[in-house]
């Protein structure tokens, strides 16, 4: 059964700082694993998409690589902003087309 | 594109209600996924549909709750009967086909069974 954990569960740093999120999968047979962001009360928005065979995708501050052989995904977020405060949940999804939600890691970028 | 439509956006009802969710998936889209989203749980799977039709139901947790998609453009989960334990956020998410091409989520629909 696949195993999704996200450390560290809560995360506070000051505007402007670079910042790493992780995420660690038990199983390395995956299809993809996505990132996103959820604001308090708010649904699940994408942020980036990396296929098995992918190292690595950008998307302006953002950066997620993945090493399947390890079972890691990271977030990498550039010039933290205050807007960037979200939870950051990554999904593992297997061949099969199932998916493994993490429990998220809550960023707060203070001012 | 509207993207995923789920509503209603908030319900509340009382035990033993027949509450009814309802989704509407991205055009185009092939699979729908429902999630339940608790503080103690996190994001569960509760099923998932691929053309229409439902391949792994096994996050469904109880004969209570109970899914369908008539067509390509629209879901139902229903609760009957309700009880509190089923209070939760309830995802609705589509893909462009059944191995997660990406997952696009909508806004979720707030339940609170009292």
């Known amino acids: 059964k696949q195993e999704v954990t996200q450390i560290p569960a809560a995360l506070s740093v000051p505007e402007g700082e670079n910042l790493v999120l992780n995420c660690s999968f038990t199983?390395?047979?995956?299809?993809?694993l996505q990132w996103f962001r959820q604001d308090p009360g708010k649904g699940l928005t994408s942020l980036l998409l990396?296929?098995?065979?992918?190292r690595e995708q950008t998307s302006g501050r953002l950066n997620a690589s993945l090493d399947k052989s390890s079972g890691r995904s990271t977030l990498y977020i550039a010039a933290s902003q205050p807007g960037d405060s979200a939870t950051y949940l990554c999904?593992?999804?297997?061949?099969?087309?199932?998916?493994?939600f993490g429990d998220g890691t809550t960023l707060t970028v203070k001012p | 594109d509207a993207g995923v439509i789920q509503s209603p956006r908030h319900e509340v009802t009382e035990m033993g209600q027949e509450v009814t969710l309802r989704c509407k998936p991205i055009?185009?889209?092939?699979?729908l996924f429902w999630y339940r989203q608790t503080m103690m749980r996190g994001l569960e799977l509760l099923i998932y549909?691929?053309?229409?039709?439902?391949?792994?139901d096994s996050g469904m947790p109880e004969d209570r709750f109970s899914a369908k998609m008539p067509n390509a453009s629209f879901s139902t989960l229903k609760i009957q009967p309700s009880e509190p334990r089923d209070s939760a956020v309830y995802f609705c998410?589509?893909?462009?086909?059944?191995?997660?091409?990406?997952?696009?989520f909508g806004s979720g629909t707030r339940l609170t069974v009292v």
């Open positions: 998410a589509s893909s462009p086909n059944g191995q997660g091409d990406g997952y696009t």
């Open positions: 199983d390395s047979a995956i299809y993809n």
């Open positions: 990396i296929q098995s065979s992918q």
């Open positions: 999904a593992v999804i297997s061949n099969a087309g199932k998916s493994t």
């Open positions: 055009s185009g889209h092939n699979s």
């Open positions: 549909f691929n053309n229409n039709v439902p391949i792994d």
